[in-house]
C-alpha cells in the first residue's frame, strides 16, 4: 500500500519561507516523477513543480520558478518543497503526488496523492 505523508505547512508572514516534507512509503519510486500541486480555495488544483525521482531533473510552474526548490533524498524515500519568498497568493493547500506518466505536469497523470498540508502566508 503506497501512502503519501506531507508536513511542514503552517503560517508565515510574506517574504518568509517553509520547506515542506513529502515521506513515501510502500513502493520505491525509481522511474517515477514526484510532483507538488496547490489548491486555493475556489480554484483548481494548480501544479507547483516536479522531481524525476532517478534523475533529479527539476520542472517548475512560472509562478514559482526562483522561489522554490523541489528535491528529493531517495535514502529516506521523502521528497522536499523548498519554499522562500512567499507570498499571500502561494496560500493554499499543498499535495504531494507520484506519477509513472512522462506528463509531470498535469494532475489527472499521477495516481498516488497525499492528504495535503495547509500553508497560510499573511500580508
Known amino acids: 500500500q503506497v501512502q503519501l505523508v506531507e508536513s511542514g505547512g503552517g503560517l508565515v508572514q510574506a517574504g518568509g519561507s517553509l520547506r515542506l516534507s513529502c515521506a513515501a512509503s510502500?513502493?520505491?519510486?525509481?522511474?517515477?516523477?514526484m510532483g507538488w500541486f496547490r489548491q486555493a480555495p475556489g480554484k483548481e488544483r494548480e501544479f507547483v513543480a516536479a522531481?524525476?525521482?532517478?534523475?533529479?531533473?527539476?520542472y517548475y510552474a512560472d509562478s514559482v520558478k526562483g522561489r522554490f526548490t523541489i528535491s528529493r533524498d531517495k535514502a529516506k524515500n521523502t521528497g522536499y518543497l523548498q519554499m522562500d519568498s512567499l507570498t499571500p497568493e502561494d496560500t493554499a493547500v499543498y499535495y504531494c503526488?507520484?506519477?509513472?506518466?512522462?506528463?509531470?505536469?498535469?494532475?489527472?497523470?499521477?495516481?498516488?496523492w497525499g492528504q495535503g498540508t495547509q500553508v497560510t502566508v499573511s500580508s
Open positions: 510502500g513502493r520505491t519510486f525509481s522511474g517515477y516523477y
Open positions: 522531481i524525476g525521482w532517478s534523475s533529479g531533473r527539476t
Open positions: 503526488a507520484a506519477t509513472s506518466s512522462a506528463r509531470w505536469g498535469l494532475s489527472s497523470s499521477y495516481i498516488y
